[in-house]
């Protein structure tokens, strides 16, 4: 890639089709009980550790160098979906998602570590604590709470528990487009293990 380009860039585990297909069938059950919201595809899903923004291709080497060391320092890990919820609150609904449960120390600590490493070498720290989630959805305009929170109380009784390894990280680059973005893996980074 050529130094001056520059490339709508993000850090994240990709999901195996399985859990998209779950959580497809979410999204399905929520539609008609949350009002308002785009949908995000589920293809276009990921589990997100770190939004960069625009990168230059040297920038992009640089991250890839960072990534790379923590990558192959880190052991494959089981996550799976948790309970949904919604940013900021229940109150102001912006963001309808799914948290993720499982091994959550190990995701914590390798998106510690690379936020971390990443700053010494020039990028910006996130100033938002790391909440591991999905993101399903973005509200348009306000919903009725009441309404709201009995939709998230029944994504309990038909979710999948079904757990999937993370074997490793995939850096994207994010085309926005009309109908929606459209992500292109950069590079992938495996957890070879210890």
Not at 49 to 59: A, P, R, T
Not at 122 to 144: A, N, W, Y
Request: positive net charge; contains cysteine; glycine residues 10%.
């Amino acid at each position: 890639m050529a130094d001056d380009a520059v490339v709508r860039t993000f850090l994240a585990i990709d999901l195996p089709e399985s859990l998209r297909k779950e959580i497809g069938k979410i999204q399905d059950y929520l539609r008609p009980l949350c009002r308002g919201v785009r949908w995000v595809r589920p293809e276009g899903i990921h589990l997100t550790l770190k939004f960069f923004g625009n990168l230059s291709g040297s920038e992009i080497r640089t991250a890839s160098g960072v990534i790379s060391r923590a990558a192959a320092l880190t052991s494959p890990f089981s996550l799976g979906m948790g309970t949904p919820g919604v940013f900021p609150g229940i109150r102001r609904p912006r963001v309808l998602w799914i948290g993720v449960e499982g091994d959550t120390d190990a995701l914590m600590d390798l998106q510690r570590k690379i936020e971390r490493d990443l700053e010494t070498v020039g990028f910006r720290r996130e100033s938002r604590p790391f909440r591991p989630h999905l993101t399903l959805g973005r509200f348009r305009e306000p919903e009725k709470i009441d309404e709201l929170e009995r939709a998230l109380k029944g994504v309990a009784d038909i979710r999948d528990t079904e757990s999937f390894t993370a074997s490793g990280l995939t850096l994207f680059k994010s085309d926005l487009k009309p109908g929606g973005a459209v992500y292109k893996s950069l590079e992938f980074f495996p957890f070879p293990g210890r």
